[in-house]
DNA sequence: GTGAAAGCGCTAACAC
DNA sequence: GTGTTAGCGCTTTCAC
């Protein structure tokens, strides 16, 4: 396999190495017919640009880094996340002829901001995607913005002015999630809370209490429980709850994880879900259609968050634009079996 | 930020370029003071290697690439396997300055083949992992064997006289297992097959066989059951097994989803785990440990298999060392509570 | 042990 | 529209 060159292309179709540039790059000036020539060329010589060499001389390594919590330490947020956003990212990059870095780090360690400039100086991705929780830390933010690698910020909590974000609409959705148990005739709606540091799932809570309002109800301090995004947290919080002298007819978790443990409770205390308890959840990953009944759930978009970030982060390169403002991508109600009308 | 090159250290220890090289490559004949005056004026300067140059010059890109299926599609591997395996691929990847390109593909698909190609060409990693079930796959293997890159099989069901492999022992595992559970004085132990795509997990089966014959008990087809690795197959295969006229007082599943679902049929149908049934998985994913009881299973050491294919790969790039043979991780029983001795 | 020179294969800037 | 020239920042080769 001797290496094809782009010298072998420009000397093939009969232009210089400049054209033959000009049209692997989709450059303007190149006349129809000789853009055929060359590509005719390339075809029949299967030239492939040397990347290395792209990027030497353009300064553009054609790299976008994904950076995210380590799963092995946390278990938030889970693989079945973290896959789903690498999937989107990579979608974009394919799209565009990009690879992905992925760099998973230990925001526990005294290290991760050594690490992570580390990682931008050697590696020389020309965008960084910063995955939530991530995104919510002033010291990781602030170090990267301190290289000037262009930024944008994966579901952050809130945004702020110096960094591109990419969110979705949580507090909404929760809110539209409220209304629809509401709606089923449940006056008793519970609300078990998410992991703290996920400033994204606390917008949930703040969904609920709207959604609350605007099918006026009466928010009750009592209803809500506090998780850790985990299905044993979910066990526990479902139990206390479930043994109020007033339980719920509806229980809403902040997460997928959470709500799995709250049918496993009702199992067990041999009560029927939907007919006799609602459950909803939050995420739309695999285990919600995987347990029974499957869970009315909200689907997190987020491979195409990441998708979004990616096409982002890479067009700004091209165009060399500053990267403020941010976008928001729809989330979408998943009604499945584990909710059902309020018992009677 | 002023990009460092080779060239303003090189002047601020007073040496040639070339002597910076050496030190950062960590080549040979180099004098101890001068040594130390290039890394003095590399930590003064802050100085990172451009890994585009690097690789254009030295034919390296000091890529790995890891291919594997997506999940996306079928749900095997699922995202806890995929998660782990880049885990330890990362890690070595770390250890010896490489950085890991990520390639799900799709096997249904008509142009894997020629989008693996594609990528391998393009991206140009100096080796290749490829990860069960794709590593069993003649066609896939095929095709990058035949582009030169060097090639690491993860968890294939066998070995091939071609390329290197890098797995664990499932069937004297899976063996030991049954021998575990025939010590419970089990006697009745049934079975639940995985995926029939994915070898390794056959192999489980026959460790399954081994081990009762080793305890000197009689192999039953109806004791066997044919999952497909999700949670859902898991339940239905429980369902099935429970209903025998001698039902079996312990279930070992070919994975850990499946063996949820065990869990979840058993919860259903009254049966006490472990005390009127025993139930047994593998992989060890954190679903394991999350349902209640937590699951007695065999921790397959996919991350610690990932790390030793990277290292193989880049040691062999580096040595120039043709890439042949195989090793094996051992896996390991993790006891938890989800098995118990045998009802009186 | 160390250094000088010659590329690696592309893109940028500018000429035509 | 197209071509020429000069690097990009390293490693390789070979001389000393």
């Known amino acids: 396999m001797p290496k094809v060159t782009i010298d072998d292309v420009a000397e093939l179709a009969g232009v ?12 303007p000036n190149v006349r129809e017919l000789t853009r055929e020539k060359v590509e005719q060329a390339i075809a029949e010589l299967n ?6 060499a792209r990027s030497l001389a353009s300064h553009h ?8 919590d380590d799963p092995s330490v946390y278990e938030i947020p889970s693989a079945g996340y973290i896959v789903k956003m690498q999937e989107g990212a990579l979608r974009a990059c394919r799209k565009l002829g990009y690879e992905l870095l992925i760099h998973p780090c230990r925001i526990r360690d005294k290290h991760v901001v050594a690490d992570l400039k580390a990682f931008l100086e050697e590696a020389r991705p020309d965008g960084i995607i910063l995955a939530a929780p991530l995104s919510n830390m002033p010291k990781l933010v ?48 519970a609300f078990i809370t998410g992991h703290p540091s996920h400033k994204a799932v606390g917008n949930r809570f703040l969904g609920y209490q709207d959604g609350l309002e605007q099918s006026d109800l009466q928010f009750s301090p009592q209803l809500v429980a506090a998780g850790d995004n985990s299905i044993g947290s979910g066990e526990i919080c479902a139990q206390g709850l479930l043994e109020l002298t007033q339980p719920p007819t509806a229980i809403f978790a ?3 994880d959470m709500a799995a443990g709250v049918i496993r409770v009702a199992d067990r205390l041999g009560i029927a879900v939907p007919d006799q308890l609602s459950i909803a959840g939050c995420d739309d990953i695999s285990l919600a259609q995987q347990v029974y009944p499957a869970i009315t759930t909200i689907n997190q978009p987020l491979s195409e968050m990441a998708d979004r970030a990616a096409t982002i982060l890479i067009e700004a390169t091209r165009h060399k634009e500053p990267l403020k403002g941010f976008e928001i991508v729809p989330a979408t109600i998943k009604v499945r079996d584990s909710t059902g009308p309020a018992p009677a």
């Open 16 to 27: 210089s190495i400049k054209t033959v540039s000009r049209v692997v790059n989709r450059e």
């Open 47 to 52: 030239y492939r640009p040397n990347q290395a």
């Open 61 to 68: 390594s054609r790299l976008i880094g994904l950076i995210y």
């Open 142 to 189: 602030r170090a990267i913005g301190s290289t000037g690698s262009p930024l944008v910020r994966l579901a952050p909590g809130g945004k702020n002015g110096k960094h591109y974000s990419v969110s979705t609409n949580d507090r909404e959705i929760s809110a539209e999630m409220t209304r629809y148990l509401a709606s089923l005739g449940h006056r008793n709606i």
């Open 254 to 256: 902040a997460n997928d």
